[in-house]
């Protein structure tokens, strides 16, 4: 895809966090380019802020999920996004190299603990989407996970997702839950090379959401709801046609296949999102508490989003 000049500029004077990905994956620049873009994340701009919220215990905000004191019974809508979990799947979402974070891993073995039952942090918790965040984090940053692991490959429900609600008795699979899942097992596949038991969970599970087109309900062929087209970033564990194909994307990369047909409903859902300047809007926030915002404001256009959708399309659009 040919960017033009001003989009291509205006992606680029962005944090490190940002612009090494639009170096590697929108441009083409070679290794030695993107990688020392990427060492600034580090030492520089967001990357660096967030590290220096950390605690010397090795958690932030003093808790696993939620900051340490938080009133469970508040009627404030969201969730704070200061915690141990959401800061480092941020941290390595950016790209930070886990060198930055050497003891980490063992400092959390040692001292965090879930806020549900006081589990180990290391060894996942009843939630599938805390469990996939923490399957990746882990594989990043040096911890045996493959407990977990193992427990997504038991936890697949019938129809091939998943369902942080299955311990309150739910049998049927969540679009969110099924591809925080999936997200966490490509990340561990990625750096461990997996099994063949946890690669044919994470396909039965792509599958749950393709035989749905990404955003269909499968009686009806409708659309589940506003909110699988609606654009934010971070995407945190919300679901999203931008956040399902660009994981889609990764997943296909990485098996070596071409993308499936069935993407093309969600992919033209993106498509049709794309001012006509090429950016694409931030439409709202995830309420709660961050330690600093690190995108534009809703209605203002997203150099987050931009990326995400011009690198679903390229993929996309050179399929053939």
Known sequence: MELDPELRDWMLDTD????WQVERDLLGAPHEVWRATRARVA???MGARLLSHQDPDGQWAGGAYFPKGFDFESTEPGQPWTATT???NTLREWGLDASALAGTAEKLDANSRWEYNALPYWGGEVDACINGFTLANGAWLGADVSGIADWLVEHQLAEGGWNCEWVEGSTRSSFHSTLNSLKGILSYEIATGGSEQLRSA???GEEYLLRRH???RLSTAEQVGDWVTSFAYPFRHVYGVLNATDYFRAATLHDGTAPDPRLG???EAVRAARQ???????ERRHPGAVWFEVDVAPGEPSPWLTFFGTRVLAW???RT
Do not use: C, F, I, K
Not at 276 to 282: E, H, T
């Open 214 to 216: 990404l955003m269909r």
């Open 276 to 282: 006509l300047d090429g950016s694409w809007l931030q």
């Open 16 to 19: 490190p966090a940002l612009r």
């Open 265 to 267: 409903d969600a992919v």
């Open 316 to 318: 996309w659009d050179a």
């Open 202 to 204: 994470r396909h039965a």
């Open 86 to 88: 959401w800061s480092l």
């Open 43 to 45: 030492t520089e701009g």
